[in-house]
T-cell receptor
Framework: AQSVSQHNHHVILSEAASLELGCNYS??????LFWYVQYPGQHLQLLLK??????LVKGIKGFEAEFIKSKFSFNLRKPSVQWSDTAEYFC?????????????FGQGTTLQVKP | DGGITQSPKYLFRKEGQNVTLSCEQN?????MYWYRQDPGQGLRLIYY???????QKGDIAEGYSVSREKKESFPLTVTSAQKNPTAFYLC???????????FGSGTRLTVV
């Protein structure tokens, strides 16, 4: 079965530190890839997505992610985090050829940024 | 503004009672989904529907039921057969081409 794995469950950083959150998926075919963020008390929001083309994807709030097909990875990065980036981050995948739109989510990574 | 409305935000029920969570969207999306979010487990798919009057089981459908009588609405019933119903429930919708979801704000169900 297709699965998504986020290796970092809880990350604590100081402001201005660089961030990289890992995401690996198990499906070998064409995939669409997503990162969602859930700020405290708010609903899930799309940070960025990859369907095809340039494997380096830029999203909102200075986030970016790189799709590395050979490693089945889609890691999320930000050069300099802010206290307001404190949130839970979810990686998600669906089949690129699927017509269901069904997303498989990772377990989530809680990011805590210290001021 | 278009979006997804989940109600209520908090729900308390006694063990053994069925409870229905509401999800309504005005985005004209074809597909709708119900997920359950538990700490450390991410989001797990309960049921999804691509078109009216049709729905499929997700990974953890046991103890849940849904209906899709209207495009805008996809209510979820948590039945007494669900062994561990206390959780945060999220509804989402998308176009049928799978371009990512729009999420509701969720319902936190507590069964006592």
């Amino acid at each position: 079965a297709q699965s998504v794995s986020q290796h970092n469950h809880h990350v604590i950083l100081s402001e201005a530190a660089s961030l990289e959150l890992g995401c690996n998926y198990s499906y070998g075919g064409t995939v669409n890839l997503f990162w969602y963020v859930q700020y405290p008390g708010q609903h899930l929001q799309l940070l960025l997505k990859y369907f095809s083309g340039d494997p380096l994807v830029k999203g909102i709030k200075g986030f970016e992610a790189e799709f590395i097909k050979s490693k089945f990875s889609f890691n999320l990065r930000k050069p300099s985090v802010q206290w307001s980036d404190t949130a839970e981050y979810f990686c998600a995948v669906n089949h690129g050829s699927s017509n269901t739109g069904k997303l498989i989510f990772g377990q989530g990574t809680t990011l805590q940024v210290k001021p | 503004d278009g979006g997804i409305t989940q109600s209520p935000k908090y729900l308390f029920r006694k063990e053994g009672q069925n409870v229905t969570l509401s999800c309504e969207q005005n985005l004209n999306h074809d597909a709708m989904y119900w997920y359950r979010q538990d700490p450390g487990q991410g989001l797990r798919l309960i049921y999804y529907s691509q078109i009216v009057n049709d729905f499929q089981k997700g990974d953890i459908a046991e103890g849940y039921s849904v209906s899709r009588e209207k495009k805008e609405s996809f209510p979820l019933t948590v039945t007494s057969a669900q062994k561990n119903p206390t959780a945060f429930y999220l509804c989402a919708s998308s176009t049928s081409t799978g371009g990512g979801y729009t999420f509701g704000s969720g319902t936190r169900l507590t069964v006592v």
